[in-house]
């Protein structure tokens, strides 16, 4: 392949700073996703199926830090920031539509540094996400005695392994996979509720003894505090539902199905929220579901509910990890892609194999989240991957609302209703949300913040100088550049 380097960007507008080259036709040829595989369904599976695991297990530890009033508190702030930002990331999908997903946003909106920034931090949540969740497959696979399985880094290779295989098969092949899976997940959690409703009392929600915190109550042990605490595990619920618009290359007609597919997501998502939160802690009791390492099966089993019950939950369980750890897994190979493609991250991770998956941006950042995965971690983990994510739901409700000011011709085919307002709100909670990743675990989020810093130098050092004038986001933002210039 031959690169020829181009002339600078002229010093002013979103180029400030950085240096664009021109590419031959066969570097774009290298990197082809296959689109028009998905439309709403698929997309709408895509977002089920990436966060349904964090209904089985993590957001019961946020009983620990506010309990149940606190967590529920925290669940539906966090439910009110994800429904305003999954309104604003339907417009900017439908109106930017390319596998760069909030990095093309940002990029349009912020230029190249807040494009790299968002990019990034996007890529860190779900490089870390799928390691937290196979350390609890893990734990599932150990406690189920599903092969005779003792060591959990057994499971996190062959789980690794498998899924990227299936991935390298193809997106449409891999979509509905996760389609299917995603239906078996709810069919199980359905199932639960039915044994869990009727084993519900008030009485185990309030069961946490309340502390000498400030403002702390039968309904809030742990006081205000307990529910900025309690933060970074309502977001479990709803963690990386964000990732359907890094389909939109692979979408048929985006403009429709990305709208469609993230809000119908969103939609369920929630509903099984207030579900899982306040029917496991009144099956189960508050204080025992705190510490649990599988909330549903501990439920039922203290409810009394019988042994056929929650081995099937258990295995449901099992499968709904599989569904978030398998959809993240295409969340981050298109991040990782897009960046690559563009220049930002080293361009050998973009090129496609024969069968339009991207290959390395499948297996570079597998291969880090298995060498994670084996510290055991979870929890930390878990932490982890929402300081990225935080991070990225900022830039891009910033980016929402710098675009409605600065360009409010752009083609939008789908608008968010009630518009910079309904970001704004979004923006405000997930500033509160990123702070609260120190508030749970300073050292977590510190070493996470080192790693952002890193990818930043890279940026800034090098990858800055060599980005690729025909990549689409950066095509996307030279022409709004141009036209401003016009103007």
Request: with cysteine; charged share 10%.
């Amino acid at each position: 392949m031959t690169v020829e380097p181009a002339p600078a960007r002229a010093p002013h507008g979103p180029g400030r700073g950085v240096e664009a080259e021109a590419v031959d036709a066969g570097y774009l040829e290298k990197r082809q996703l296959r689109g028009g595989t998905a439309g709403w369904v698929l997309l709408a599976g895509l977002g089920v199926a990436a966060v349904i695991s964090g209904d089985y297990a993590g957001w019961n530890f946020g009983l620990e830090q506010g309990g149940f009033g606190g967590l529920l508190i925290a669940v539906v702030l966090m439910a009110v920031m994800y429904s305003a930002m999954v309104f604003g990331l339907a417009e900017l999908g439908s109106a930017l539509p390319t596998a760069g997903g909030g990095y093309t946003f940002a990029r349009r909106a912020l230029g190249p540094w807040g494009g790299y920034a968002t990019g990034v931090a996007v890529l860190i949540e779900y490089a870390i996400a799928p390691a937290a969740i196979a350390t609890f497959i893990g734990a599932y696979v150990e406690s189920l005695g599903l092969f005779g399985i003792t060591d959990g880094w057994w499971v996190y290779l062959v789980a690794y392994g498998l899924f990227i295989g299936i991935h390298l098969l193809g997106v449409g092949e891999a979509l509905k996979v996760m389609l299917g899976i995603a239906a078996v997940v709810v069919a199980g959690l359905v199932l639960y509720l039915v044994g869990a409703i009727p084993a519900f009392d008030a009485a185990n929600l309030t069961d946490i003894a309340p502390t000498d915190a400030a403002g702390a109550s039968e309904f809030l042990p742990f006081g205000l505090m307990g529910i900025w605490a309690a933060f970074p595990f309502a977001i479990w619920f709803f963690l990386a539902v964000e990732c359907v618009p890094l389909a939109s290359e692979e979408a048929k007609d985006p403009a429709r199905s990305l709208p469609r597919g993230i809000v119908a997501a969103m939609g369920l998502l929630l509903v099984l929220a207030v579900l899982m939160l306040v029917f496991t802690a009144g099956a189960g009791g508050a204080q025992t579901m705190s510490v649990s390492g599988n909330p549903p099966v501990e439920a039922l089993e203290v409810a009394g509910a019988s042994s056929a019950l929650t081995t099937v939950i258990n295995y449901a369980g099992l499968v709904g990890l599989v569904a978030s750890f398998f959809s993240i897994i295409y969340a981050y190979s298109r991040q990782t892609f897009a960046l690559s493609r563009a220049g930002y991250l080293p361009r050998v991770l973009s090129v496609t194999n024969s069968r339009k998956a991207p290959t390395l941006a499948l297996l570079v950042p597998g291969a880090i989240g298995f060498v994670l995965s084996l510290t055991g971690q979870g929890a930390m983990l878990l932490n982890m991957a929402v300081f990225g994510a935080t991070v990225s739901y900022v830039l891009m409700m910033v980016s929402h609302i710098v675009l409605r000011r600065r360009e409010p011709d752009l083609p939008r085919p789908y608008r968010t209703p009630g518009g910079t307002a309904t970001t704004g709100v979004a923006l405000v909670l997930a500033a509160a949300a990123v702070l609260a990743t120190f508030l749970v675990d300073p050292v977590a989020a510190a070493w996470t913040l080192a790693a952002y810093a890193v990818f930043l130098g890279y940026f800034a050092l090098y990858s800055r100088h060599h980005l690729v004038a025909s990549a689409p986001e950066e095509e996307f933002a030279l022409l709004a550049a141009a036209e401003r210039d016009l103007e």
